[in-house]
């Protein structure tokens, strides 16, 4: 399974439109997503720090999430949204990846993020 930067982008845009602190982000609210890419990726988040999440796996050894909760975003979560929210930065942060032949790690869209930002403010 792969990291989706698609998927991810839409877990924290959804986890930021939440009425409330918490919330119970699941997998099925992704109805045009497959579930385990959804789940997947809550993962992801969760393991790199930028969500709170619980995910547990099935118990029959196939490797499948059982299920997958988003709670809500952390701080770091809200940068990396802060980061890649913009839909015309998102696009340059793609292409830029695209470009240049790289995969996309946290830690770099980040970076190349906040440049293409910067660029922007001082063009």
Do not use: C
């Not at 998927?7 to 939440?18: G, P």
């Not at 385990?36 to 930028?50: K, S």
């Amino acid at each position: 399974m792969r990291k989706d930067w698609t998927i991810i982008r839409q877990i924290l845009l959804r986890l930021e439109e939440s009425a409330t602190p918490n919330t119970v982000l699941r997998p099925d609210h992704f109805e045009s997503l497959p579930a385990q890419e959804v789940a997947y990726n809550m993962r992801l988040l969760a393991e790199a720090g930028f969500i709170e999440a619980n995910v547990q796996e099935l118990r029959d050894g196939s490797g499948q999430i059982a299920a997958a909760i988003a709670r809500r975003l952390t701080n770091s979560g809200h940068d990396l949204l802060d980061t890649i929210r913009n839909e015309t930065v998102w696009k340059k942060i793609k292409d830029t990846f695209r470009d240049k032949g790289l995969d996309m790690t946290f830690d770099l869209v980040l970076s190349v993020g906040k440049k293409i930002a910067e660029q922007l403010l001082l063009s």
